[in-house]
């Protein structure tokens, strides 16, 4: 009896369906397409790791110690002057590696101390891990439009995203200097997630970092930044991310996180300093990325689809106004699969989402298949 009220108490319980069982027929549908399946659903990276990135772990790989959470002093350099270089915030910045960015978002609250009764904001069109990292903290998940919107709960963290997965939107420095003084009006932690900071294609309309001066006035308190080199390096398996920001919740999460025994590999570390350093890869790398979004971008408005946003990122938020599952459906039948729109909640209940992340050839066969 104590055994079942235990598996009955488990966080798993808690937890919403994994989403991505639900494409199960579908990729049976679209695999069944005589051509094979264009895969256009998550984005994991398919290009080559840079040679200098991987000299760099290989060089490391001998070494048969722990790692420590903070890295090497080599390693904060580098994350600190890359942030500089591409944000602008000082070149002292509080800095942090992380395990990817996917356990952070989905461990943050509880390592913020945010449990039951409180609250984490977080966008009402988004990646779902939010909404996961506010259930593990027994926390109240709260999707809005607009973080200001949770005022008035016992708010503690509130999420932002830009650019944003999936619809490719980015903020004003204007409307995040707003975010900024709410946030700290309120006594809340502003978190924001900037994974795709370096991926906008609108340079009328840059995306811009929470960490920007012109955003913040050269103060970090309150606020956080993470960033990761699974998309700028096609680092994905590495799993290399970092965080910045406030030195004072740095400090506190290092603590936690040295508790609790995040360490990022020795090797990884310093392949992680490589890949900070060498900006030629990064660019390269952009520019596959932008060709793939002209070709797939174009096939799929002639296809007669609308695509809302994104203007930063690596995805295409895509409608033909019907619901997303019917178009997921239309689509496999032509041996491509996209992620249902009703994955990042229930405003994307009419879109799909479509991957940059596949090969040249691949885009170029989605595109055909299209016409």
Known sequence: MALRRLHSASPARRLPRFPWD????????????????????????????????????????????????AGPAALGEAMRSWLHRHTGVAEDVAVLPTVGSKELVANLPLQLGIGPGEAVAYPEIAYPTYEIG??????????????????GSRLRLAWINYPTNPTGEVASVEHLRDLVRWARDSGVVLASDECYLTLGWDDEHPPVSVLDPRVNDGDLTGLLAAHSLSKRS????????????????????????????????????????????????AIEQR???????????????????????????????????????????????????????????????????LSLTATDEAIDDAAQRLK
């Open 22 to 69: 639900r494409m199960a027929p579908y990729q049976e549908r679209a695999a069944a397409h005589p051509g094979g399946m264009v895969d256009l659903t998550v984005g994991a990276p398919v290009d080559e790791v840079p040679e200098s990135i991987r000299q760099a772990l290989i060089d490391a790989s001998a070494r048969p110690g722990y790692p420590t959470v």
């Open 134 to 151: 506010a259930i593990l903290a027994k926390a109240d998940a709260v999707p809005v439009a607009d973080p200001r919107d949770a005022a």
């Open 234 to 281: 096609n680092l994905a398996g590495y799993r290399s991310a970092f965080l910045a920001g406030d030195p004072v919740l740095i400090a506190d999460l290092l603590e936690i996180r040295r508790h609790s025994g995040f360490m990022v590999p020795w090797a990884v570390q310093q392949a992680t300093i490589a890949a900070l350093h060498d900006e030629s890869h």
């Open 287 to 353: 520019a596959r990325y932008e060709h793939r979004r002209s070709v797939l971008r174009g096939a799929v408005e002639a296809a007669g689809f609308r695509i809302d946003h994104s203007t930063a990122g690596l995805y295409l938020w895509a409608t033909r106004g019907e619901d997303c599952w019917e178009t997921v459906r239309w689509l496999a039948d032509r041996g491509i699969l996209a992620a249902a729109g009703e994955f990042y909640g229930a405003k994307g209940a009419q879109h799909v989402r």
